[in-house]
């Protein structure tokens, strides 16, 4: 591995970044990217390499390969977490339960869960205020 540091330029401008790697752009080889850094240690850059690149890369680089993290383990830590009579009564509390439609209960449920797993979670107290 190159333990030498590299000049890293990043420009970010809303959902786009122009990278640039010892002032070469590598913009358009790059689907996403991960800057770190930890007290007392250089910054750490993570670069996820575009699937449709066909251009070559030359040069040297600290590189660490990014894979996307597995969801699985943070998804089962949420739903253990979750209290099933909490959600019981949230979900059948809800505006949207009786559309009619198959599995209804099911799909608020679910619709509850991906609002808590945004953060978007209000508790309601007995008189319908948000706590």
Request: net charge negative; no cysteine.
């Amino acid at each position: 591995m190159d333990d030498e540091l590299h000049q890293v330029r990043i420009s970010a401008s809303h959902a786009t970044a122009t990278l640039a790697l010892d002032g070469r752009d590598i913009s358009k080889q790059v689907r996403g990217y991960q800057l770190s850094q930890a007290a007392g240690a250089p910054p750490v850059l993570v670069l996820q390499m575009s699937q449709l690149v066909k251009d070559d890369f030359e040069g040297l680089a600290r590189v660490v390969i990014g894979d996307p993290p597995d969801p699985g383990p943070a998804a089962a830590a949420f739903l253990a977490a979750i209290d099933a009579g909490e959600l019981e009564r949230q979900v059948l509390a809800r505006h949207d339960l009786m559309d009619g439609g198959p599995n209804e209960l099911t799909r608020a449920m679910l619709r509850l869960l991906q609002e808590w797993a945004r953060g978007e979670w209000k508790r309601e107290v007995a008189d319908g205020v948000p706590q």
